[in-house]
């Protein structure tokens, strides 16, 4: 049976917890009384900034800096954690990169940096936390993926294979830690009204809209909503699953 853990008592990291989507996430959790562990690479003040949010909810909240594509670091997050009492119950894989261009055009340093920061960055942020939530049987692991690691796209090739990549991550894990009574899921969204899309001009952002039937792009905050309600207690039956809120977009 799964235990569940009163909102004041649970912790969430949020990786790329400084923007967009992760932002969103990260000040839900919040709102619903969770603590939050806001991690970023660069960009403080911005985190600083998630972080002041999430705070008016009156729940402890921490920013923690690590490149996710080296393990050093992500242990080295994890001893901060540690030392704050604050290591995670619920794990959001949310940090990540696209990348736009024709296949033949991607060098060799461009793939291994996506597929590092991508794919890597969460098997190594993933196998860092497990042990806690492996002891107390408890834990909420949740992917941010992509629609394009669903059905793939043009000239996205490498960034769709990297999302590809982490919804078989998901689905097998999700049956390697079910025992343990830890759910791992993806939310696969389509498009989103983020820093992603600015590679686009208006007339192509204008295209992409026509294509999805309820006419709009989605906004972060729907993203994150669908995030917390797979992450909490009573969705314990909900594993293995790739979930894409894409707006009727892909079918």
Known sequence: MTILKASSETTVLVTGG????????????????????IHYLQAHEAANEVARKCLKYGVRVLTVTADLKSKDQILKMQEKLNLHQMVPDILVNNAGITHFGLLSDVTEDEWDHVMNTNLKGIFLCTQAFLPHMITQKYGRIVNVSSVWGMTGASCEVLYSTT???????????????APSGITVNAVA?????????????????????NDIPVGRLAQPEEIASLVYFVALPESSYITGQIISPNGGWMT
């Open 18 to 37: 400084n923007r967009g989507i992760g932002a969103a996430i990260a000040e839900r959790f919040a709102s619903a009384g969770m603590n939050v562990v």
């Open 163 to 177: 999302k590809g990549g982490m919804n078989a991550f998901t689905k097998a894990l999700a049956k390697e830690l």
């Open 189 to 209: 969204p389509g498009a989103v009204d983020t820093s992603m899309l600015h590679h686009l001009n208006e007339q192509e952002k204008q295209s992409l809209i």
